[in-house]
Every structure is written in structure tokens, then in C-alpha cells.
């Protein structure tokens, strides 16, 4: 087994399941050391395989708790590091055969499941398969994770649900009542469902001062969009929005941060022209991930952008959208401007009678009517330099 050929994430996985070996004295790292910490991973990729697989992750867990208590213990000074089993390292092994035969550059964990759902040695298998799991089971719950993709670098497993990981799914929030009702902006709201509808060139980004409301524009139009209040195209369509800092984060080696993206766009491009996604401070794209020689995000949106796979809504200020957006022509032409003013005083005290009772609910106390146009009147005079 050429250890070189492991995912990060599963080199992890071994490291805990030597760590666990360690702490419950015993003597070797069994394949049940390396199916427990697999099962408690927080972030929950083997517990959500064994889910679509039809299985039952919560008892596949504590029947290893359960095996892992028989294993023989050694304390004192007999106490060893402890080593790798036989069973464990053929588990690797065809781990590795399954990755390869599945054209994988690595072995990811998800292939070592498949490996221990599939191995004669230990009781990895057969609590794997009380659980529910059976290995062709496994491979079509795989096969749906991964949506054709293979494991090409040593941090393939990021790629996996990166919707989920990487976006915000406005349209469930607005179903569940997590966002806050958009009042007045109908005039926004309609040209940016009328730029959206149109066959080519249907990208809009909202410009505006910071603190004008381009992001409730965006809530708004997912309020719609679930009430059903929107042309036949845009009907059941999901707005979600891309959370930039995520992305970037903990992308340490040059390329990660691209192949991240590239996964949220090949999920979008997979879901058939169902989402629209939603770029907050779209000028960060410009330049986001770049090095020397590097592209830069941008590039990787532009021909998604083009071929009209990508349904997309952007959102920035006037002076980074000059400063930075009109210098890429490339880019400034495959989005259409709707400028976002701010709203007059008569459009505040509306937008604040609306809200009015989320805020009494949220304080604890009653707001009158006449505080609010005051708050809208005296604002307007006086506070000039925010919106």
C-alpha cells in the first residue's frame, strides 16, 4: 500500500484511529478503530454515505463501540505503540484496487468503507451489513455523492456536497420564515425577474451605496420565488447564496480554492439550470485565489457564464464595480446593471411599518407610529454619509 496515494482526510482518519487505539490500550489498530472514528467524523460524510445507502450509521456505531470493548488491552509497562493489523492493511489494499479499478488518482474514504463493508477479516462487515449496508449499495450511495467526478487530488473529499458546504439556501429560508419581509423594492425586484427571464444575457448585478438593500432584493425575490409570485421560467427554482469566506477559507495550496469552486459550478451546472446562484460583494471575484500566473475566479465563471449554464445574480457597489468589474470587460458584459437607489423617506417608514412588529417581538416592546416616521424624517436630515 503506497500511503503517498491516501487522502488527506483518510491519513487523518488513520492517525485519530491510532490515536484511539492508543487511549483504549490496545495493542493493534483493528478495522474497527478505523470504522469508529469514521462514523464519529463531526462533518459526517461516511454517517451521510451509510444514510443514502440505506443504512442505520447511529447502530452501526455503537455495535463497533461494542466490538471495540472485546479487543485484549494492554496497560503497564507491557504498553506498546500500537501497530496495524494484517486485516487492516488489506483493507488499504483493496481500498486502493477499488479506487483505482473506479479511476481514482487517490484512495478517499468513502473507498475505504466500501473496503470494509467488503472485508471477510474482523467484524467491520458484518456489523457494516446488520446496519443495513451491503457493499452495491455503497457504490450507487458513492456514485451519487461524487455525480461522476473522480478523485484527482489529496483533498478530493471537499469537493463532495459543496452546495451544501459553500452556499445558502435563500429560497429555504424564506419557506421556513428566516427572512425578514421585503417591503416597497418591487420596481428592483421586477427588473431583476425580468433580466433573469430573458434567454441570453439574463445575469443581473444589483449596484448600489453599501447598506441600500441589494441583499434584500435577493431575499425578496426568493420570497417570490416560494410564493409562487414569478414567471413560468423562474417557477421552483432555488436561490442560493455563495458564501465567499467559506470558499477561501483553509484553501492552503495554490489551486484548492479553484477546485472548490469548480465544485460548486459542476453541482449547478448538474442541477440542470435550477439554481440561481447569488454573489455578495462580486468584486471579491475579481482577483479572489490569485497568484502569480494563477487565474483568478472570474476566469472560472466566464465560460459557465457564456454557454448560459450558470444563472447568476451579483451584488456590488458603484465604486468596486468601476474599479474593478468594468476594467474585466469579459465579465462587465455577461452581466446586466440594475442600479439599486436609496429608498425615499415615504419608502422607509413603509419598509419600517412592515418590519415594525418582527422588532416589537424581537425587543419586548410596542414601537408607536409616530416614532417611526420621526426615526425616517430625522434620519434623512441628519445621517448623510450611510444609507
Known sequence: MDFEKLSDRLKGFLQSAQTLAVREGNPQITPEHLLKVLLDDPEGLVSGLISRAGGNAKEALQKTEAALAKLPKVSGSGAT????????????????????????????????????AMTREGDAARILADAGVTPQSLNAAINDLRKGRTADSASAEQSYDALKRYTRDFTEA????????????????????????????????????????????????????????????????????????????????????????????????????????????????????????????????????????LHCVGATTLDEYRKHVEKDAALARRFQPVYVSEPSVEDTISILRGLKEKYELHHG???????????????????TDRF
Open 81 to 116: 505503540q500500537p501497530h496495524m493489523t494484517p486485516a487492516l492493511s488489506r483493507v488499504l489494499d483493496q481500498a486502493e484496487q477499488i479506487a483505482t479499478k473506479a479511476g481514482d488518482s487517490f484512495v478517499t474514504v468513502e473507498r475505504a468503507l466500501q473496503a470494509l
Open 174 to 309: 424564506a419557506a421556513k420564515g428566516e427572512l425578514d419581509p421585503v417591503i416597497g423594492r418591487d420596481e428592483e425586484i421586477r427588473r431583476t425577474i425580468q433580466v433573469l427571464s430573458r434567454r441570453t444575457k439574463n445575469n443581473p448585478v444589483l449596484i448600489g451605496e453599501p447598506g441600500v438593500g441589494k441583499t434584500a432584493i435577493v431575499e425578496g425575490l426568493a420570497h417570490r420565488i416560494v410564493q409562487g409570485d414569478v414567471p413560468e421560467s423562474l417557477k421552483d427554482k432555488k436561490v442560493l447564496s455563495l458564501d465567499m469566506g467559506s470558499l477561501i477559507a483553509g484553501a492552503k495550496y495554490r489551486g484548492e480554492f479553484e477546485e472548490r469552486l469548480k465544485s460548486v459550478l459542476s453541482e449547478i451546472q448538474a442541477a440542470g439550470g435550477q439554481i440561481i446562484l447569488f454573489i455578495d460583494e462580486m468584486h471579491t471575484l475579481v482577483g479572489a485565489g490569485k497568484a502569480d500566473g494563477a487565474m483568478d475566479a472570474s476566469n472560472l465563471l466566464k465560460p459557465a457564464l457564456a454557454r448560459g449554464e
Open 365 to 383: 416592546v410596542r414601537i408607536s407610529d409616530a416614532a417611526l416616521v420621526t426615526a425616517a424624517v430625522l434620519s434623512n436630515r441628519y445621517i
